[in-house]
């Protein structure tokens, strides 16, 4: 395989209608590649609730994946209102979720606890009226299947 395979694509704000789409996109061309089954799903994860931060949270931004043999690399970044405490949004049921959006099943505060479970290793990096780039790894370490 010639690495890194990338899949990127861009999530527009309160896009409800398409939200899932890019993370589904993963998933396909995770199987595609013939990864197991449970990274496929650790990844499925990460990237879905990363997507919808971005629907919901960051006003819109870039996802992209880059898939070696060694790792899945999961990327979000936008040009969103930032996180102004990292270390309270990664606590399980933090939520600054508006109604509206509570009303459609999310902001359970649990989509950053959910990608810190799911990942080796987890950074991200936001500046208020800046944005947010958060960075999720998935170590392969000879469980990638055939890449
Ligand atoms: N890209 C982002 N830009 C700005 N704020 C964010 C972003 N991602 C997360 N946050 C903040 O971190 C909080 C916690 O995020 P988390 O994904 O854990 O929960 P949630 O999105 O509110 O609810 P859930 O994911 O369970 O539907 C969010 O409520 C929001 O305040
Ligand atoms: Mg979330």
Redesign the pocket.
């Known amino acids: 395989m010639a690495a890194p395979y990338v899949v990127e694509f861009e999530v527009e704000k309160d896009d409800f209608l398409a939200a899932g789409e890019g993370s589904g996109s993963v998933k396909d061309t995770l199987k595609m590649l013939g990864m197991h089954s449970a990274i496929i799903r650790r990844a499925a994860i990460i990237t879905y609730?990363a997507e919808?931060?971005?629907v919901?949270?960051?006003?819109g931004?870039v996802l992209k994946v880059l898939i070696t043999p060694e790792r899945i690399e999961i990327v979000?970044s936008?040009e969103?209102?930032?996180?102004p405490d990292v270390e309270m949004?990664?606590r399980e049921g933090?939520?600054?979720?508006p109604d509206r959006?509570r009303e459609m099943?999310?902001?359970?505060?649990?989509?950053?606890?959910?990608?810190k479970r799911n990942s080796d290793s987890l950074s991200i990096d936001?500046t208020v009226g800046v944005?947010?780039t958060?960075r999720a790894v998935i170590e392969l370490a000879g469980q990638g299947g055939s890449v």
Not at 56 to 59: L, Q
Not at 94 to 97: E, L, P, V
Not at 105 to 115: D, E, K, S
């Open positions: 609730e919808m931060n971005l919901i949270h960051g006003g931004g979000s936008d969103g209102p930032g996180i949004a990664m933090f939520s600054t979720a959006v099943g999310f902001g359970a505060g649990m989509g950053l606890p959910n990608i936001s944005g947010t958060l």
